[in-house]
Every structure is written in C-alpha cells, then in structure tokens.
C-alpha cells in the first residue's frame, strides 16, 4: 500500500504538459519553506492507497493529459516509499503514461535506483548549492542529491534542475555560480527552474500549532524574478546552449516559476 496525502487533477507546474499530481506522505527534509508541513511526518494523516487504484486514477484521466502530460509523484519525498512504488511505475509504463518524480534526491538505495529507471522525467530539487547553508535551510546535507544529480547524467535519465529562490538562504551570487560551474558539461538537463518563494503554506503551520520560521521573509517580486532569471542565464550559459540545440524553452513565466 501506498501513503497518500492528496492529489491534484489536471495540474500544470509539476512536469511538462496537463498531469495528475500524487503527494506521498513522508519526507526526510526539513525546509524551513515547505509548504507542505503535513506531509513531512511518515506516518501523518493520509489514506493507504493500493497501487490499483491509482492506476485506475491516471488511466481514467489519460485522455486529457495530451502529448506531454502523464502523472508526478511530489510529497513529501515519493523515494521515502520507492519500493511500494515501483509495481506502479511498472503498470504506469505499460499503460502508456508519462512518469515524473518530483524529488529532493537525497535517498539512495536500489529500490530508488529501480524507482528513477523507470521513471520518465525527474524534477530535481536543489535547495542551496552550498553544503552548510543546505544544512541550515534543510537540516540536511545536499551530498547525496549531487551523487544523484551525477547518476541522472551518467544513466542518461532526463531531468529537471529546481531551485527555490529564497531571499537570505539560497539567493547567494557566489553559490549559484559554483553550482553553474558543477553542472556545466551535463547533457542530460532539459530545463532549469527559478521557483519563487511564496508563502501559501503558512496557514498550514497555523493550523498544525508550527512556528513558520521564515515569517518576515518576503516573497520575490517581479524584478527581483527578472534579476535572478539573468544571472541563471549567464552563469549557467553552457548549460542553456545545451538546451537550445535540444530545442528546449528559454523564457520567463513571473509568478509560479521561472523557466530558462
């Protein structure tokens, strides 16, 4: 059985096209951000789920996710249940569904490494370049998610470079461009996204009697988008050539995300 907490029809932010969203419950991070605080404990409110039925769910809205859309796994953290997964992955890909998994990339083991095979598309989300400020933002160190960052470009597994920009915590100049000194040669990135920091999670705090620990931060405005989608594109410029021979989007959505 799988631990759901909720899901999210016809969803457009979460991988490419129209796709079904499955939040998992359980995460190993502790993103001082997450706007997600009711998934993070493994065994917090959700629905045990078989397998079955969330085929039945995907295969019931096919007809609407078009040429691109398909179903993404986000949490939570959907590698903390790799192993319930993974006969899902397998019916999904039988059934002609597009798989994305949404993910922090700092679980690893073989039922994760069977569990991103199968996989079509991982949206990797990197919260700081900089190993102790990952730490302060996450609680956690950002050496594992490297490490897979590095196996997607050797497996030759597309995916998807998230970073949330976080005035004070991830938005340092000097951090991003060893970050785009890291990935600079990888093949295997189709796109790079801006995420804005928002604060549409805090009520959740209130409501779970959580202190909500960066409430005086403020969210990005507009310029401040502009600002960081040109430093992107000139740090990590080898990258974004990369991605225009492959024909891939180079532009700016202000609002929920910042493609380049």
Same mark, same amino acid.
């Given at each position: 059985?799988?631990?759901?907490?909720?899901?999210?029809?016809?969803?457009?932010?979460?991988?490419?096209?129209?796709?079904?969203?499955?939040?998992?419950?359980? =995460?190993?991070?502790? =993103?001082?951000?997450?706007?997600?605080?009711?998934?993070?404990?493994?065994?917090?409110?959700?629905?045990?789920?078989?397998?079955?039925?969330?085929?039945?769910?995907?295969?019931?809205?096919?007809?609407?996710?078009?040429?691109?859309?398909?179903?993404?796994?986000?949490?939570?953290?959907?590698?903390?249940?790799?192993?319930?997964?993974?006969?899902?992955?397998?019916?999904?890909?039988?059934?002609?569904?597009?798989? =994305?998994?949404?993910?922090?990339?700092?679980?690893?083991?073989?039922?994760?490494?069977?569990?991103?095979?199968?996989?079509?598309?991982?949206?990797?989300?990197?919260?700081?370049?900089?190993?102790?400020?990952?730490?302060?933002?996450?609680?956690?160190?950002?050496?594992?998610?490297?490490?897979?960052?590095?196996?997607?470009?050797?497996?030759?597994?597309?995916?998807?470079?998230?970073?949330?920009?976080?005035?004070?915590?991830?938005?340092?100049?000097?951090?991003?461009?060893?970050?785009?000194?890291?990935?600079?040669?990888?093949?295997?990135?189709?796109?790079?996204?801006?995420?804005?920091?928002?604060?549409?999670?805090?009520?959740?705090?209130?409501?779970?009697?959580?202190?909500?620990?960066?409430?005086?931060?403020? =969210?990005?405005?507009?310029?401040?988008?502009?600002?960081?989608?040109?430093?992107?594109?000139?740090?990590?410029?080898?990258?974004?050539?990369?991605?225009?021979?492959?024909?891939?989007?180079?532009?700016?959505?202000?609002?929920?995300?910042?493609?380049?």
């Amino acid at each position: 059985m799988i631990r759901v907490h909720s899901y999210e029809s016809l969803g457009t932010y979460d991988g490419p096209g129209i796709r079904l969203v499955v939040f998992l419950q359980g =995460c190993n991070f502790r =993103c001082l951000y997450c706007a997600n605080p009711d998934t993070i404990d493994a065994k917090g409110e959700s629905k045990e789920t078989s397998p079955e039925e969330i085929l039945k769910m995907a295969v019931s809205q096919k007809p609407f996710f078009g040429k691109k859309g398909g179903i993404t796994f986000s949490g939570g953290e959907p590698t903390f249940q790799a192993r319930e997964l993974i006969p899902l992955f397998r019916s999904l890909k039988e059934a002609g569904i597009h798989i =994305c998994v949404d993910t922090n990339g700092s679980i690893w083991n073989e039922d994760v490494k069977t569990l991103l095979t199968l996989a079509d598309l991982v949206l990797l989300d990197v919260k700081e370049f900089n190993n102790d400020r990952h730490r302060k933002l996450t609680a956690r160190s950002n050496e594992q998610t490297l490490k897979t960052a590095a196996w997607l470009e050797e497996n030759q597994k597309p995916f998807w470079l998230r970073y949330v920009l976080v005035q004070g915590y991830s938005y340092f100049r000097e951090d991003i461009e060893a970050m785009g000194e890291h990935f600079k040669n990888y093949q295997m990135i189709e796109r790079v996204e801006i995420l804005p920091y928002h604060t549409l999670g805090v009520h959740k705090y209130e409501a779970m009697s959580l202190e909500y620990q960066l409430k005086d931060v403020k =969210c990005n405005t507009p310029e401040q988008l502009e600002e960081a989608k040109a430093l992107f594109e000139q740090i990590f410029q080898d990258c974004l050539r990369q991605l225009m021979k492959k024909n891939h989007s180079l532009h700016a959505v202000l609002g929920e995300y910042c493609h380049l």
